[in-house]
């Protein structure tokens, strides 16, 4: 077991492949907390009303805390478990947002899956393939290659090129959109301009498609 020390004399442990930020001191609320990651590690972060600034090279990053503040550079996976945290991170290639009222912020990612309520995920350039599975939820980004919509959530996109939406009541809000499928119910979409090949077999959908502009 190998002990790293903080500025702030707060052990941070590596055992099994897993770098656990220690108890916190009873003074942890309000401080900004190092951590180092490690590669080919798991970093845990478990400590409330705290704030994270993670360094190095990330593997997997957990975070099981409540409302912390984490800045993170580029990670391998990214898994939120806690409730009201904000994230800013460098991109990740595999994001899990479990929790509810979360806000991650990123340049892009690979791949997301958001089931927790009420969260916000923000990506200003790519996401490879994002599948909102929550209630009362949203993504927004540049541009989405694979979008499914299995719960009750929002999306914002300049362009999403497959989406199949399954879930019902949920919103998409697109300037482009090349392939759309709905099988859900009561579902509202908008796509400014462009050429979309729809398929819709739910019931009570709203649609407006725009023709291309000239």
């Known amino acids: ?21 220690a108890p916190a001191p009873a003074t942890a609320g309000g401080i900004t907390l190092p951590v180092q990651c490690e590669v080919g590690t798991e970093t845990v972060l478990p400590w409330d ?11 997997v990053v957990r975070l099981s ?12 996976r990214l898994v939120i478990e806690g409730a009201g945290n904000t994230v800013t991170a ?10 509810a009222d979360n806000s991650l912020t990123t340049p892009s990612l690979t791949s997301l899956v958001l089931t927790g309520t009420g969260s916000t995920v923000a990506v200003s350039g790519l996401v490879e393939r994002a599948e909102l599975l ?4 949203s993504l927004s980004a540049d541009t989405i290659n694979v979008l499914r919509l299995r719960g009750t959530d929002t999306v914002t996109a ?18 482009r ?12 979409v908008t796509v400014a301009r462009g050429r979309t090949t729809l398929r819709d077999r739910g019931d009570a959908n709203v649609l407006d498609l725009r023709p291309r502009r000239r």
Do not use: Q
């Open 65 to 76: 805390g409540d409302r912390t503040t984490v800045t993170m550079p580029s990670a391998t």
């Open 134 to 137: 929550g209630a009362g939820s």
């Open 177 to 188: 959109a090349d392939r759309l499928v709905l099988t859900g119910d009561r579902n509202s």
């Open 1 to 21: 077991m190998t002990f790293l020390r903080n500025a702030l004399s707060t052990a941070v442990v590596l055992a099994a492949a897993t770098t656990v930020v």
């Open 49 to 59: 009303d705290v704030a994270y600034d993670l360094r190095g090279t990330c593997g």
């Open 90 to 99: 460098k991109p990740v290639y595999d994001v899990e947002v479990v929790g």
């Open 158 to 175: 300049r362009k999403a090129y497959r989406t199949r939406i399954i879930g019902s009541d949920n919103s998409l809000v697109l300037a």
